[in-house]
């Protein structure tokens, strides 16, 4: 019998020699074509930035105002692009010219905060620009004009909040999921603020082009970060997640088009149980198609389980109260 027969070729025994003994799951892996980031400067724009730049992608950041980047870790780093794009105004032509170029877009729209280092005055000064824009000039405006300009091929991936279909809720829908219903911030839907989200998901729904769309619970700096995250949907998710662990989950979103394309979602953390290795098979077990009733009602009663503090009322906070003041029965 000839020798090539019988035996493994010489070059391949090498090859073998040569191979480490086991790969990591979630080595980073080089991307051609770059991720565009918008908001890029914002906190959680910035995470992102800094996570996809880790994990050796090239990064294209849009940015408001350029002078915030000096301040950024990330500033000088050899993968970065900045552009500057006033999301307000037409897109200037050098965004138009590298947009069609990345293979995904992540959009940070701004999330909601129970963090204590958040001021009211911040949070009033945020909702009155809302208010005082119309409603086409937000994110739907925004994030329309950037997957138009990206073009079909790219994979656009929406940073929105929990919530955002809650207020629109039939009375009765509303009772039977208090525990998610009846919170201050769907109760008081201040300037209608959910209601421009979801318009915005919506807007970028019917876009001829690949999209996610990631609804985080609550966010929170004093939140434990690298927490494990639990992915859920039909709108009941309750909870917080750190402003790292949510840029997380947007670039694990931007690795795996596949997995999560055309999908909706809400992400909470869960601290002391550690992050997956990849994200990407809990990605693809989620429904393209929204859940019905039953499996609503029955991921809230799941959830409702998960709910920071003691008390597992989240239908008591008040307005500015946080779950730990709640159980010590402080406003």
């Known amino acids: 019998m000839p020798l090539h027969n019988s035996h493994p070729p010489l070059l391949f025994l090498l090859l073998l020699l040569l191979l480490p003994s086991s790969l990591p799951l979630s080595a980073p892996i080089a991307v051609s074509a770059p991720i565009a980031v918008s908001g890029a400067t914002g906190r959680v724009g910035s995470l992102?930035?800094?996570?996809?730049?880790?994990?050796?992608?090239?990064?294209l950041a849009l940015v408001r105002d350029p002078r915030r980047v000096s301040g950024q870790p990330w500033a000088d780093h050899p993968s970065l692009t900045v552009l500057q794009a006033d999301l307000l105004k037409p897109l200037p032509a050098p965004?138009?010219?590298?947009?069609?170029?990345?293979?995904?877009?992540?959009?940070?729209?701004?999330?909601?905060?129970?963090?204590?280092?958040?001021?009211?005055?911040s949070r009033l000064s945020r909702l009155l620009r809302v208010a005082l824009r119309p409603a086409s000039s937000v994110d739907a405006a925004a994030v329309e004009k950037l997957a138009v300009a990206a073009g079909p091929g790219a994979h656009v991936v929406m940073c929105s909040s929990a919530g955002v279909t809650r207020p629109g809720w039939s009375e009765e829908k509303k009772r039977s999921l208090a525990g998610c219903a009846d919170i201050p911030i769907v109760r008081l839907n201040p300037f209608k603020i959910l209601s421009l989200k979801l318009s915005a998901e919506d807007a970028l729904r019917a876009l001829p082009c690949r999209s996610t769309v990631v609804?985080?619970?609550?966010?929170?700096?004093?939140?434990?970060?690298?927490?494990?995250?639990?992915?859920?949907?039909?709108?009941?998710?309750?909870?917080?997640?750190?402003?790292?662990?949510?840029?997380?989950?947007?670039?694990?979103?931007?690795?795996?088009?596949?997995?999560?394309?055309?999908?909706?979602?809400?992400?909470?953390?869960v601290p002391g149980l550690p992050p997956p290795t990849e994200l990407a098979p809990q990605l693809a077990a989620l429904s393209r198609e929204p859940p019905g009733e039953e499996a609503v009602a029955a991921s809230y009663r799941l959830l409702?389980?998960?709910?920071?503090?003691?008390?597992?009322?989240?239908?008591?906070?008040?307005?500015?109260?946080?779950?730990?003041?709640?159980?010590?029965?402080?406003?």
């Not at 992102?48 to 990064?59: Q, R, Y």
């Not at 039909?234 to 670039?251: E, F, N, Q, T």
């Not at 389980?305 to 010590?328: F, H, I, N, S, W």
């Open 215 to 269: 609804r985080p619970a609550g966010l929170s700096d004093a939140h434990p970060s690298g927490s494990r995250p639990v992915l859920s949907q039909g709108d009941v998710a309750v909870g917080r997640i750190s402003r790292k662990d949510l840029a997380g989950v947007l670039v694990a979103c931007a690795r795996a088009p596949d997995a999560c394309e055309g999908k909706t979602f809400e992400v909470l953390t």
């Open 48 to 59: 992102v930035v800094s996570s996809l730049l880790a994990s050796n992608a090239t990064v």
């Open 304 to 331: 409702q389980q998960l709910v920071p503090g003691k008390a597992l009322a989240p239908e008591r906070l008040a307005l500015g109260q946080t779950y730990e003041k709640l159980d010590r029965g402080e406003g």
């Open 95 to 121: 965004v138009l010219e590298a947009l069609p170029r990345v293979s995904s877009l992540i959009y940070c729209a701004s999330g909601f905060t129970d963090a204590s280092s958040t001021s009211a005055r």
